[in-house]
């Protein structure tokens, strides 16, 4: 059996791997994390344990990780996909397969990477399997995954409200998403029970929107008053000021100019280790239901 120390190292290669995949897509900023809380928080909801809620949670950090083999020019596009485009986009489950080969903890994530397009009515990809044949993380990514596309602004359209996402997943259960668990992730929602994921990148901390370009920018934890911040989409930065109505931070209008080191994408380490102490203790004791666990010898 594997020590502590070493599978929160693994952890933290697989941690530290999704968050350099995501700070390629700058339009993005949060949705490995809002797409891990609304999983775990999905899973327990539907009565799995906390040890397949935490490896649900790490698989929605995990999913698309084979976002790494996606060329920045198809990733970043904001008009509609070629055909040849969408063909590649359609490979990123198997390469993420791929890079985590023989990973010790690859069993965990392996169904989460692999079917989170698959769709119940079998016109998803990879592999175009139906209901049944997907797996429970699969199902409960895919679906949260969709949810968050939704609900996030991006470039090129603005986010959709709670109610127009919950319509959008109601009227396609059966065919895009799994029945039981949207039925359970909309009780969620409608009772808000996800708001405090909704909007954030981490907990409490909300996205906020770039005043020029009106994109999101991602808030690193340990950000204080005065700290400046800057859009890595249009390069402008802000300082952010404590608002005096409502003590929160908030993001100034003036417009700062900033060096391209402004620009770096950060990993933000202590969300990292709290990630990390928040999931190994689940993943090595006893088996999960529905993975074929192997372990660490
Ligand atoms: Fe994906």
Redesign the pocket.
């Known amino acids: 059996m594997a020590t502590q120390t070493k599978v929160d190292d693994l952890l933290k290669t697989l941690y530290t791997m999704a968050f350099l995949v995501e700070a390629r897509d700058a339009y993005t900023g949060g949705h490995l994390w809002r797409v891990s809380q609304f999983a775990k928080r999905l899973a327990t909801a539907a009565g799995l344990s906390r040890k397949e809620a935490a490896a649900i949670g790490l698989g929605g950090f995990l ?2 990780l084979g976002k790494v083999g996606v060329p920045d020019a198809i990733l970043g596009k904001t008009d509609k996909l070629t055909d040849a485009e969408y063909g590649i986009i359609k490979t ?2 198997d390469v993420g397969i791929r890079v985590l080969r023989g990973h010790p903890l690859i069993d965990f994530v392996h169904e989460a990477i692999l079917g ?2 698959e769709r119940p009515d079998g016109r998803g990809y990879p592999h175009g399997i139906s209901d049944d044949s997907i797996g429970v993380s699969a199902k409960i990514i895919g679906l949260v ?1 969709a949810f968050d596309a939704m609900t996030s602004s991006r470039p090129y359209r603005k986010g959709m409200s709670l109610e127009a996402a919950i319509e959008q997943i109601s009227m396609n259960l059966g065919t895009q998403f799994d029945k039981k668990f949207s039925e359970i992730f909309i009780q969620l929602a409608r009772a808000g029970e996800l708001n405090d994921i909704i909007g954030h990148s981490d907990s409490g901390i909300p996205l906020h929107n770039c005043p020029p370009c009106g994109l999101v920018v991602t808030v690193n934890r340990n950000l204080q008053a005065g700290d400046a911040i800057f859009c890595r989409v249009c390069g402008h930065g802000h300082q952010f000021v404590t608002d005096s109505k409502t003590s929160t931070l908030v993001l100034s209008s003036e417009i700062l100019t900033g060096s391209p080191t402004d620009l770096i994408a950060d990993i933000d380490h202590s969300l990292l280790g709290e990630l990390i102490d928040e999931t190994a203790p689940y993943l090595f004791v006893g088996k999960a239901r529905w993975w074929n666990w192997r372990g660490l010898k």
């Open positions: 999913h698309d990123h489950p989170h397009h995954d």
